[in-house]
């Protein structure tokens, strides 16, 4: 139980392209995704947080135009990062929770590449 | 803020053998979450083990086992009977009291690459 999917897997594209990434809990429902951000090496760093059908809340220093999320159903939340650079080339890992007290399972993560 | 240390960028352990991960971190909360997390080659992220701070009893999944010290603010990892599918880089995360809504998320630490010699 407990899977968390997440597509693509891997993107490459050029500069100034939007790119969509989704996030779906399959077997249960999800109030609360997460979205990380993975440098080579190094730790997961939240990017924000959101609730379904409310605002994501981003952390400090991650720009909310640059970085649209939507969580539209318990189920599905895409991270879409607009015009996106290639200093925006990173590992982004989505997690879902489906109730407070239960721990974050996390997706298989999308490498995106920017050219 | 919270933090979480992980002392030990690299591990390497005999097959079969023990190995302890070590983390540590800072809270000024008397309740909170702690975990540990793997993190294969595949990349996805897989919870290993978990703790509530407010339970003395370390907690054990068969072959993993914590060591959670509250006082020290110390939460080792232990692994019995390592297996070659248990290389992987492990992170310990620390998650605030359950009750703070929207000061739920989870602080990682830095990594342990741990090396599995056969």
């Known amino acids: 139980g407990a899977v968390v999917s997440q597509h693509p897997s891997r993107v490459i594209c050029k500069s100034g392209t939007s790119v969509k990434i989704e996030c779906r809990s399959l077997?249960?429902?999800?109030?609360?995704m997460f979205w990380y951000r993975q440098f080579p090496k190094q730790s997961l760093m939240l990017m924000a947080t959101?609730?379904?059908?409310?605002?994501?809340?981003?952390e400090q220093g991650v720009e909310k135009d640059k970085f649209l999320i939507n969580h539209a159903s318990l189920t599905l939340s895409t991270l879409t990062v607009t015009s996106a650079h290639p200093e925006d080339s990173s590992f982004y890992i989505c997690?879902?929770?489906?109730?407070?007290?239960?721990?974050?399972?996390f997706g298989d993560g999308t490498r995106l590449s920017i050219l | 803020a919270q933090t979480v240390t992980q002392s030990q960028p690299e591990m390497s352990v005999q097959e079969a053998e023990t190995v302890t991960l070590s983390c540590t971190y800072d809270?000024?909360?008397?309740?909170?979450?702690l975990f540990w997390y793997k993190q294969p080659p595949s990349r996805q992220m897989i919870l290993v083990i978990r703790?509530?701070?407010?339970?003395?009893q370390n907690a054990t999944e068969n072959r993993f086992s914590v060591n959670f010290q509250k006082a020290a603010k110390s939460f080792s990892l232990k692994i019995s009977d390592s297996q070659l599918g248990d290389a992987a880089m492990y992170f310990c995360?620390?998650?605030?009291?359950?009750?703070?809504?929207?000061?739920?998320?989870?602080?990682f630490g830095t990594g342990t690459r741990l090396t599995i010699i056969p």
């Open positions: 959101s609730n379904e059908g409310s605002k994501a809340t981003y």
């Open positions: 995360a620390y998650r605030s009291p359950i009750s703070n809504f929207g000061n739920e998320k989870l602080t």
């Open positions: 809270t000024s909360e008397s309740d909170y979450y």
């Open positions: 077997d249960f429902q999800a109030t609360t």
């Open positions: 703790q509530e701070a407010y339970k003395q």
């Open positions: 997690s879902a929770r489906e109730q407070w007290d239960q721990p974050q399972h």
